[in-house]
T-cell receptor, first 114, second 112 residues
């Protein structure tokens, strides 16, 4: 069965650079969530999209932005990277319009800022 | 708001021991409850879930029962294996968009 695909799996950037993380949800899933997991931390909700519209926003820095495209894939854009942005970034998808609240997670993108 | 409190670790057990990880929650509205597992260097995998009071989620020998009266969703396994060594996260989601709120995670190490 198709799963949530995230790319790249690993990314190394320097301070003040920009990074773009991509997420391809499970086909026919209408909702995408982004989470950030720092070392030894629990995942923290960043932002979510439902049917290509932003539905909720969590502790996402102003330096970060995200969108969901017409094909339902989503991108998280991170600018002016800081050392503290080093983390595992997860994308998850679900099918809320079908009443399925279970979120399926991708393998994550490990971002290292040096 | 929503929050999840789970038993702090780390927890170290011998193979075939009984495992319990306590989890309690506060939520606005009626939450769905989940346990996720994260193996070293990997992503989050759903272990089990329960969507209404008194439901019991179960998978791979793990069980958890949704207790509305005590706002709890404790994870149990009767006989752990070395392969169960991982970090376990309790989580909940509610309307309107069912984003997940996670507990701090409990690291479990099972020794042969």
């Amino acid at each position: 069965a198709a799963g949530v695909i995230q790319s790249p799996r690993h990314l190394i950037k320097e301070k003040r650079e920009t990074a773009t993380l991509k997420c391809y949800p499970i086909p026919r899933h209408d909702t995408v969530y982004w989470y950030q997991q720092g070392p030894g931390q629990d995942p923290q909700f960043l932002i979510s999209f439902y049917e290509k519209m932003q539905s909720d926003k969590g502790s996402i820095p102003d330096r970060f932005s995200a969108q969901q495209f017409s094909d339902y894939h989503s991108e998280l854009n991170m600018s002016s990277l800081e050392l503290g942005d080093s983390a595992l970034y997860f994308c998850a998808s679900s099918s809320l319009s079908r009443g399925n609240t279970e979120a399926f997670f991708g393998q994550g993108t490990r971002l290292t800022v040096v | 708001g929503n929050s999840v409190t789970q038993m702090e670790g780390p927890v170290t057990l011998s193979e075939e021991a009984f495992l319990t990880i306590n989890c309690t929650y506060t939520a606005t509205g009626y939450p769905s409850l989940f346990w996720y597992v994260q193996y070293p260097g990997e992503g989050l995998q759903l272990l089990l879930k329960a969507t209404k009071a008194d439901d019991k989620g179960s998978n791979k020998g793990f069980e958890a029962t949704y207790r509305k009266e005590t706002t709890s969703f404790h994870l149990e396994k009767g006989s752990v294996q070395v392969s169960d060594s991982a970090v376990y996260f309790c989580a909940l989601s509610t309307l309107p968009d069912y984003k997940l709120s996670f507990g701090a995670g409990t690291t479990v190490t099972v020794r042969a």
